[in-house]
């Protein structure tokens, strides 16, 4: 299956410490290429508008049990570059069967993503993963997002998050010496997303909807902006990249709790925290501390990962719930902008409806503030950031903060029937 969804996850508005940001006509922001968008909304309540959750009470012989540890730590805090809203993990990868392993840190958590990709430069020179191999050359991949692009290598991997282990596991190395430089198609995709600086970051955790980053499009046809054959001479050709050797979602790699992820992060006040910290639980009904207790589950589209939502008067077919989103993103003529981000006098309540394809909707409540009074404080997490966008509708992080989120893989059982879907 295909994800039509180019990582969408991708754009991070970042606004430095004391500054108000801006955005696309200049000021102090910059964009950035990790699974963040300008998402709104207080500790947004969430109700079910008149229908019904998708969710069993019992669990069915198809959803293995487990009692691995299954509880990743994660966390808003001051991260590289003073980006806002930025989720953060630390991730294990190992040299594939071996011991010899390093641990990252500042790797952004993404939903809106699939796979994991990672500064070569945050890499040890203790540790050699091997390159994938691809027609006599080198795989690598152009992974674009909305704000930039990242390149970089294929190499494998064992990836090990609390006591979970994906093995062998294809994984991006961004910015990797081994490579000739990013293929002009490639390159003109916009700013380079190769360093610590413009990624704000030292890589991104995908746990998004699908089990690989792009699916059969990609293993039928040789892409543009996504898998190249790079040879020894120089050269990089976009070619057909098999599902087994496509970037992949390392929880759908694990032996079980692999049908999805649950964030859970508590409320944050309007004034926002300095710092934020929560849990990635893996799997949905596999163990106590993942069952979707009665939650609404919104069915994604199956092809591209959205879902829509209604606001304002407006229909957002191109929506999707985003952790990687350090707001919320929504067209609006509505409020004053700051630069890029919305700027109201005053602190306005709105609501909006999502809708997933299996027709279930979920009235939301959330929060629009003031960005420049947000930037100008200390705070790192809130819960009331929104911003501009040029279509469809982004909920990013500030509406993951006081409630349980769950993201279904494509295809992976569940109480509530297989994947992809949200709930919450």
Known sequence: MKSALRFHALLLVVCAALAACGGGGGGSSSTSATPSTPSSGGPSS??????????????????PQSTVANVQPIAVGVSPGNTRNMLTTSVTVCEAGTSNC???????VDTGSNGLRIL???????????????????????????????????????????????ASIPIHVIADSALPAAPTDCANAGPALLTVASLHSNGILGVGLFPVDCGSGCSNAALPRWYYNCTTGGSCTATRQPLAQQVTNPVSSFALD?????????????????????????????????TLSGSTVLKANAATGYVTTSAGGQTYALSYLDSGSNGLFFRSTQFPLCG??????????LSATITGANGVSSTVSFTVGNSSTMFASANNAFANLAGNASQGFGWGLPFFYGKRVYTAIAARNTSAGAGPYYAF
């Open 46 to 63: 969430t109700g079910s508008a008149g229908s019904t959750s998708a969710t069993n009470t019992t669990q069915p012989a198809s959803v």
């Open 102 to 108: 390093a641990t990252i840190d500042d790797i952004q």
């Open 258 to 290: 692999n049908n999805g992820v649950v964030i859970d992060l508590p409320a944050v006040a309007d004034g926002g925290a300095p710092s934020v910290a929560g849990s990635l639980i893996f799997g949905i009904d596999t163990q106590a501390n993942n």
């Open 120 to 166: 070569a430069s945050a890499l040890p020179a203790t540790l050699s993963l091997p390159t994938i191999a691809a027609g006599g050359g080198v795989s690598a991949e152009c992974a674009v997002f909305g704000s930039g692009y990242a390149w970089g290598s294929l190499r494998n991997a064992d990836v090990r998050l609390a006591g979970q282990l994906a």
């Open 340 to 349: 890029f981000w919305f700027c109201p006098s005053t602190t306005q309540a």
